[in-house]
């Protein structure tokens, strides 16, 4: 599977906008980009994905880059409930054995 | 949460018994995984199952054993534990078709190995 790069920490003020990084220099054609989050004590949750175009849900943006080799999840007002370690993660077709990495550990300031 | 449970929630052994984990869903999914998460990392794969009978081995299987003889469960075996599984582990599902699969993601179960 091809690798994906985060910073291993991020802070945040609270109800202001996160942009959090993801380099994937080798990604193939074929590659979607997943997102997870994990929130303590918990299991990982699904956030977003996407192939080619930008992409909303009701959790977050995901912006892609034109050529792919990096996107950045974006949540447009962080709250202290999205303090969480994020996973940038490439998936082949169908979302299955998905690799995860350390992700980016995210910290929400009051 | 796609109807995920997983027992026990936590358990404590000590080394060299066998301890078996259960995953439990309620909505026929297909696919089911078993991952391991230790202090500071990200999830590794163990096992996983695409039907009744049918598993493969993820990226740190030895010494787990999986089966999976009815759709909702899928049991994942340490068969004479050590403290190096000592980790909490995860159980997942696939839902959604191609493109728009995802995983969804069991409470977990914390493990100790004494």
């Known amino acids: 599977d091809a690798k994906t790069t985060q910073p291993n920490s991020m802070e945040s003020n609270e109800e202001e906008p996160v942009h959090l990084p993801c380099n994937h220099s080798?990604?193939?054609?074929?590659?979607?980009i997943h997102w997870y989050r994990q929130l303590p004590s918990q299991g990982p949750e699904y956030v977003i994905h996407g192939l080619t175009s930008n992409v909303n849900n009701r959790m977050a943006s995901l912006a892609i880059a034109e050529d792919r080799k990096s996107s950045t999840l974006i949540l447009h007002r962080a709250t202290l409930r999205d303090a969480a370690v994020y996973y940038c993660?490439?998936?082949?077709?169908?979302?299955?054995?998905?690799?995860f990495g350390s992700g980016t550990q995210l910290t929400v300031l009051p | 949460d796609a109807g995920i449970t997983q027992s026990p929630r936590h358990k404590v052994t000590e080394t060299g018994t066998p301890v078996t984990l259960r995953c439990h869903q309620t909505e026929n999914h297909r696919y089911m995984y078993w991952y391991r998460q230790d202090p500071g990392h990200g999830l590794r794969l163990i096992h996983y199952?695409?039907?009744?009978?049918?598993?493969d081995k993820g990226e740190v299987s030895d010494g787990y054993s999986v089966s999976r003889s009815k759709t909702e469960d899928f049991l994942l075996t340490l068969e004479s534990a050590t403290s190096s599984q000592t980790s909490v582990y995860f159980c997942?599902?696939?839902?959604?078709?191609?493109?728009?699969?995802?995983?969804?993601f069991g409470p977990g179960t914390r493990l100790l190995v004494l």
């Open positions: 080798t990604i193939s054609g074929t590659d979607y």
């Open positions: 993660i490439l998936a082949s077709g169908s979302a299955r054995q998905l690799t």
């Open positions: 199952s695409y039907g009744v009978k049918d598993t």
């Open positions: 997942a599902i696939n839902e959604g078709r191609g493109s728009q699969e995802t995983q969804y």
